[in-house]
């Protein structure tokens, strides 16, 4: 491989959370003595990122004025022709694209312009805790549509479910999540225009969270929710950002794609009312390097190695953890498995599981957050080493103890 995917990059000290947080707040706990700790947990990845990142910010740090600032021209042509390569999209012009501080954060404003407080918002489950945190925090009321496992554990949408609860809540509202976080799944298109058609039967507005976009695992392809259809172009928001793509989340730089005008113009005014929704201008380089022709090289590289990484972890869990079952992701670099089984077998809690793993440095998360009754979230987005030496961990002294 041409970029390095292979050494540790030691975080401890550099602002990572992942490391430096464990023990303290909502994080898994530290590992006891013998043991150092496998970040696995929060949705950052434990790769340096792409080179071209660094060099672009290299070389605007070089000039030593930082004032105020418009975007550069390349900013936006460096969007549209990433989305035209990666995603086939044709027809993104710079006025379609808007800087949001965050996905929460442009998915709050669009709702806003929608939306009122109080009002239902249709999401399905398991749910992304950020998507339940921001929605509950600003006053709206989450009506969840669950997501159900066919018969070759694949995470389908319930259409049925769905058209239920947008009659019966009165829902004029939607956050659809692609590709799906917790689960992994990677729409596919005939999918998404199903959905957008009882969308567009019930009159809904839709925020499409696309962040995982670029995380495509074995050939798997992304088609953007405002593809699929008049409607879906018109009515929806979609929210990207190279945030998890290159491990740029402390940077914080998002954007939304908007092609209807009234509703482009609703959601920049929403935005602006903080007066604190402005690009940085690290951020901007940022994401200049990242949609680079480089860039994109060392993505394809990036996918190949998190889609080994997948089917290492998979196969180990079938092949070893007997009463545990995953869903194979698609895309994202998580792992979402369930322990059902296991735990019965084991009169043991999902709680007491989850600090059985922390206590042998396997930082992983409980993954009732997310609407996992039983599930655990795993963060696979770790050279190969670290990936394998947690499952031996967790075979040796969690599971399959002796």
């Known amino acids: 491989m041409k970029f390095d995917f292979e050494s540790i990059m030691d975080r401890r000290g550099m602002d990572a959370i992942a490391v430096d947080g464990l023990g303290h707040g909502f994080a898994p706990s530290l590992p006891r003595e013998g043991f150092d700790a496998i970040p696995m947990w929060v949705a950052d990845m434990n790769f340096p990122t792409a080179p071209s990142v660094c060099r672009e910010m290299e070389k605007r740090i070089s000039h030593p004025a930082f004032g105020y600032f418009d975007p550069r021209d390349e900013y936006f042509d460096s969007v549209i022709r990433w989305h035209k390569v990666r995603n086939g999209v044709n027809g993104m012009l710079p006025e379609h694209i808007g800087y949001e501080n965050g996905v929460l954060g442009g998915l709050l404003s669009a709702l806003a312009t929608f939306a009122s407080r109080g009002d239902n918002v249709l999401v399905h489950s398991p749910t992304y805790i950020g998507f339940t945190m921001s929605l509950k925090n600003a006053g709206y009321n989450i009506v969840h549509s669950p997501l159900k496992l066919d018969c070759d554990g694949k995470w389908r949408m319930d259409f049925d479910d769905m058209e239920k609860k947008l009659r019966e809540y009165n829902i004029h509202a939607a956050i659809f999540c692609s590709p799906h976080n917790p689960t992994g799944r990677v729409w596919e298109m005939r999918e998404i225009a199903e959905a957008m058609v ?30 699929v259809s008049d409607y879906a172009r018109e009515r929806t928001v979609a929210l990207y950002a190279p945030s998890k793509t290159f491990n ?52 394809d590289e990036l996918c190949k190695v998190l889609s080994a990484n997948v089917r290492y972890a998979c196969d180990f869990i079938e092949k070893s953890f007997r009463g545990v079952s995953v869903s194979r992701p698609e895309g994202t670099y998580m792992l979402f498995p369930d322990f059902t089984e296991w735990l019965s077998e084991h009169n043991m809690t999902l709680e007491k599981l989850v600090n059985s793993g922390c206590d042998v440095g396997v930082a992983w998360q409980n993954g009732k957050v997310h609407g996992g009754v039983n599930h655990i979230r795993m963060n696979l987005a770790l050279p190969f080493t670290k990936v394998e030496e947690a499952f031996c961990r967790l075979n040796k002294y969690v599971i399959n103890k002796v």
């Not at 567009?200 to 798997?220: N, Q």
Request: net charge positive; charged share 20%; with cysteine.
């Open 198 to 227: 009882l969308f567009k039967k019930y009159d809904v507005s839709v925020v499409s969270d696309e962040i995982w976009s670029d995380i495509l695992l074995d050939g798997k392809c992304h088609v953007p929710t405002q593809s």
């Open 248 to 299: 740029l989340a402390g940077l914080v730089n998002a954007y939304h794609v908007i092609y209807n005008k009234t509703l482009r113009d609703r959601v920049k005014k929403e935005s602006s009312l903080s007066h604190y929704n402005s690009m940085n201008m690290l951020s901007m380089y940022a994401l200049i390097g990242a949609y680079s022709h480089e860039g994109m090289k060392w993505t």
